[in-house]
């Protein structure tokens, strides 16, 4: 079966510093990308997604996502955070062929101002 | 704010008992989505309904059952509750029948005791 894993759960910078998120998934074939957030208090919603193409993967807020095939991975990245930056990240994978959807565990994002 | 609603907000029930849980996923959006999120964990896939029929499922027992009516409300029933299933359980809408693009809704949190 499919497994996402999110090797950080949790996590703590001060403003400006830089973030790199881990995912890291188990299905050898096709797949979507998937990063969610979730900031305290409000709905999980889409932070980017990859489905083809260019595997930098830009999102809102100033986030981006590589995915890396060799490496069965599609890390979250910002360069500079900012404290309303603070929240739950998941990460999900879609199978090719498939529409259900497989989620990490999450990691908590604690910036400090 | 997504335009996906959920009833009720939180819900105490002891083991054995029956729960029915509703949502009203986002306008024009025909594709309902149900989770399961246990503390510390990410969302699980339970079903997926599209256009009134259940369209894929997750790992879940049949206790756990699913209506999508012709407004495109949704309800997630649950019987014979046992203690592994206090959770918050999310709903998503999308459109077209793909998981492309979900909407999530605040999320019913459940408590069996």
């Known amino acids: 079966a499919q497994s996402v894993s999110q090797h950080n759960h949790h996590v703590i910078l001060s403003e400006a510093a830089s973030l790199e998120l881990g995912c890291n998934y188990s299905y050898g074939g096709t797949v979507n990308l998937f990063w969610y957030v979730q900031y305290p208090g409000q709905h999980l919603q889409l932070l980017l997604k990859y489905f083809s193409g260019d595997p930098l993967v830009k999102g809102i807020k100033g986030f981006e996502a590589e995915f890396i095939k060799s490496k069965f991975s599609f890390n979250l990245r910002k360069p500079s955070v900012q404290w309303s930056d603070t929240a739950e990240y998941f990460c999900a994978v879609i199978e090719g062929g498939s529409y259900i959807p497989t989620f990490g565990r999450g990691t908590s994002l604690i910036v400090h101002p | 704010e997504t335009g996906v609603t959920q009833s009720p907000t939180h819900l105490i029930k002891t083991r054995g008992q029956q729960v029915t849980l509703r949502c009203s996923s986002q306008?024009?959006?025909?594709?309902v989505s149900w989770y399961q999120q246990a503390l510390g964990q990410g969302p699980q896939f339970i079903f997926q309904y599209y256009r009134e029929e259940e369209n894929g499922r997750g790992n879940f027992p049949p206790r756990f059952s699913g209506l999508q009516f012709p407004n495109y409300s949704s309800e997630l029933n649950v019987n014979a509750l046992e203690l592994d299933d206090s959770a918050l359980y999310l709903c998503a809408s999308s459109l077209a029948g793909t998981s492309e693009t979900q909407y999530f809704g605040p999320g019913t949190r459940l408590l069996v005791l």
């Open positions: 306008s024009g959006h025909n594709t």
